[in-house]
């Protein structure tokens, strides 16, 4: 397994991994009771605590793809036919 791959395993789920922790522990402004904003969308998070979230998510992504490069190394798992 060359670096390229690791790297690209690693980007993926990275990505998807932050994708899934974005909507985590969002609060709107009509629903935190803070004075609205003229002009803001009262959906808008107030705080989405993007620092933590990335954080979490690099951190998350790092052992899935080092689950996944022992996983993929060890033979555990093959798709390749048995040499008879």
């Keep these: 397994m060359n670096i390229a791959t690791v790297i690209l395993v ?5 990505w998807m991994v932050f ?10 402004q009509s629903e935190s009771n803070v004075q609205e904003v003229e002009g803001v969308d009262p959906g808008a ?4 605590n993007l620092k933590k979230k990335i954080l979490i998510t ?3 992504a790092l052992v899935l793809t ?4 022992f996983l993929a190394t ?3 798992i093959t798709f ?3 040499r008879s």
């Design 45 to 48: 998070p107030v705080n989405p």
């Design 10 to 14: 690693y980007v993926i789920a990275w």
């Design 58 to 60: 690099t951190v998350i």
């Design 74 to 76: 060890s033979e555990l």
């Design 19 to 28: 994708f899934c922790m974005l909507p985590i522990g969002i609060r709107s």
């Design 80 to 82: 390749r036919t048995p």
């Design 66 to 69: 080092v689950a996944y490069y």
